[in-house]
């Protein structure tokens, strides 16, 4: 079995789409998937499954979701492998002595053409900065509130489902 976490977008943000986390780990009681843990409100669930094929088990996750909450969640699946290796590519070497700005990384459902990257970059200043490393955002912000390089920019600027995390998050969900 592999250890996955799914990535919801969009829960308990702005008091939109509220669900507890007992309630969500129940909706993850799905065949196949074993030892489900959820991490603080934001929707990260961790998931053992033998199924291999994260679009076949973001496709379950969603479809599920949809009929358990009768509105549709968009859901990005890593493998903790994958969030282990999106960790080591860190750009930001030093973000943790940046006193101003932290590290965000923003998970997107595909390789975003190398076309459209240049499309964000009107967006950079000396308060915020990116790097889209493969299926990755990296993200040194002043305020992720405040930023325009929010999901909703990013998913229309690239054309792909995007959901952010800060790094604190991504290296506890590490621990779990």
């Not at 909706?27 to 990260?44: A, C, L």
């Not at 669930?45 to 479809?63: N, Q």
């Not at 979701?65 to 750009?91: C, F, H, M, W």
């Not at 690239?158 to 621990?175: D, F, P």
Request: hydrophobic share 40%.
């Amino acid at each position: 079995m592999t250890r996955y976490i799914a990535f919801l977008r969009g829960i308990n943000v702005s008091g939109q789409k509220l669900i507890k986390m007992e309630e969500l780990r129940k909706h993850f009681e799905i065949p196949g998937f074993k030892n489900v843990v959820t991490y603080i409100q934001s929707g990260n669930v961790l998931f053992d499954a033998k199924e291999t094929d994260t679009t076949k088990l973001r496709a379950k996750i969603e479809k599920q979701l949809a009929a358990k909450l009768g509105y549709e969640v968009a859901v990005i699946v890593r493998s903790i492998d994958e969030i282990k290796q999106a960790i080591k590519r860190n750009p930001y070497p030093n973000a943790d002595e940046d006193t101003e700005r932290k590290l965000y990384v923003t998970f997107l459902s595909d390789t975003p053409d190398k076309a459209l990257h240049a499309s964000l970059d009107k967006y950079k200043n000396e308060n915020e900065e990116f790097r889209i490393l493969e299926r990755e955002v990296y993200l040194l912000l002043v305020s992720y509130g405040n930023t325009k390089l929010s999901n909703a920019l990013i998913e229309k600027k690239l054309g792909l489902c995007a959901t952010t995390r800060n790094w604190a998050t991504l290296n506890k969900i590490l621990e779990l």
